[in-house]
Every structure is written in C-alpha cells, then in structure tokens.
T-cell receptor, first 119, second 110 residues
Framework: GAVVSQHPSWVICKSGTSVKIECRSL??????MFWYRQFPKQSLMLMAT?????????EQGVEKDKFLINHASLTLSTLTVTSAHPEDSSFYIC???????????????FGSGTRLTVV | EDQVTQSPEALRLQEGESSSLNCSYT??????LFWYRQDPGKGPEFLFT???AGEEKEKERLKATLTKKESFLHITAPKPEDSATYLC???????????FGAGTTVTVRA
C-alpha cells in the first residue's frame, strides 16, 4: 500500500536551534501533504497543507515563519521548526492523500510521526 | 463550525468483553467519516471509511457503522492486541481537510 516515510522518529534539540522533519512518499506521488501536531492525549491538529511547487497554506494561529514547509518535489515534503522553544515540543505527523482526486477509499496515509523535544 | 466528539475518552475491557465506541459529528455536509487506530508514538493507521448513513464495514473484530449524526466502532471479543487509541475523523464536502476527534483509548486486559 501507499507509504509515507517520516524521519527522524524522535529528535532532541536545544532551545533556539532549528529542526527539519522529512516526509517521503515511497510508492506514490504526493502532490499534497498535510502536517499535524499532536499533544499528549489530544487529537491531531492540522497545522498546514503543502502542495508541490507552491506555498503552503497555514491554519489559523500557526506561525508560518516558525514552521517552514517546503514541498519541492512530488515525493518529499519537509517541515522546519525554526528557533525552537520548549513549547514547540510535540509529536508532529505528516499525511498524504493516496491519489490526486482525494477521493479514494483509503483517503489518507500517515507518517509514523516525529517526537520533538526542545530543551 | 464542524465538530467531532468521541466518547468515552478511555475504555478498559477484559479480553472477550465486547463494547462500542462513539463518534458524534456536526458538520456542514459530510463527505466521509474515517476511523483510524493509533498506537503510542506512532502515526494513525487506516481502518475504515464510511460515506453514507446506513453504511457498515467490518474488519476482523471491528465493525464500523454510520448514521446521520454519529458513527460507532464495535469491538467484538477484543484481544490485548486491540489496545490502542481509536480516532474518528470527518471530511466535509468541498474540503480536503480532516477534522479529528480526541480519540478513545482502549485497553484490553488478558
């Protein structure tokens, strides 16, 4: 089936540094990638939507200068957390629709997530 | 505003004790309702998509049903490996975004 590979699985960084998270679609072309954030025991909150070759669309309240999203190819989307602070510590997950129509039976496939801890 | 509410928040079951999880939704035009399973520290794993009221889908010990206001995920004779958080999400017409509920954490004891 369609797989999105997300790396790293976990990362610890110092406050003020930047961290890049990568999501690759392994056996399909992901023209769209969704980026979610999940706090402990809470649901997934959509942060932004990226489309290959164009600027990302951010949800209300999400700082686009802090969470830089790049979708330079049909198989790679990246999220960079810039000048990270402890409050940015969270679980970040990417997701892609299985096909271009966004109307497939399986809908969306998810990456395995990245646990970011900022110290 | 679209809302998705899952209940209960947590469910503790004995192995073999069947139960149901609820997902109630208020959306302006449902395009699809999705059920996912999420293990700790992992991304969600797809279970079912339901499109219209009255639809039912089954997979092993899981069965999902849909009405115009809610969806149920029935777990029949659960096993410890069914322990996970089950997430419900809705997709509304003309929008590709998913809105997730907070999830129900199921723990099945042997």
């Amino acid at each position: 089936g369609a797989v999105v590979s997300q790396h790293p699985s976990w990362v610890i960084c110092k406050s003020g540094t930047s961290v890049k998270i990568e999501c690759r679609s392994l056996d399909f072309q992901a023209t769209t990638m969704f980026w979610y954030r999940q706090f402990p025991k809470q649901s997934l909150m959509l942060m932004a939507t990226s489309n290959e070759g164009s600027k990302a669309t951010y949800e209300q309240g999400v700082e686009k200068d802090k969470f830089l999203i790049n979708h330079a190819s049909l198989t790679l989307s990246t999220l960079t957390v810039t000048s990270a602070h402890p409050e940015d510590s969270s679980f970040y997950i990417c997701s892609a629709p299985i096909d271009k129509s966004l109307d497939s039976e399986y809908g969306y496939t998810f990456g395995s997530g990245t646990r970011l801890t900022v110290v | 505003e679209d809302q998705v509410t899952q209940s209960p928040e947590a469910l503790r079951l004995q192995e073999g004790e069947s139960s149901s999880l609820n997902c109630s939704y208020t959306v302006s035009g449902l395009r699809g309702l999705f059920w996912y399973r999420q293990d700790p520290g992992k991304g969600p794993e797809f279970l079912f998509t339901l499109y219209s009221a009255g639809e039912e889908k089954e997979k092993e010990r899981l069965k999902a049903t849909l009405t115009k206001k809610e969806s149920f995920l029935h777990i029949t004779a659960p096993k410890p490996e069914d322990s996970a958080t089950y997430l419900c999400a809705v997709q509304v017409n003309w929008d590709y975004k998913l809105s997730f509920g907070a999830g129900t954490t199921v723990t099945v004891r042997a």
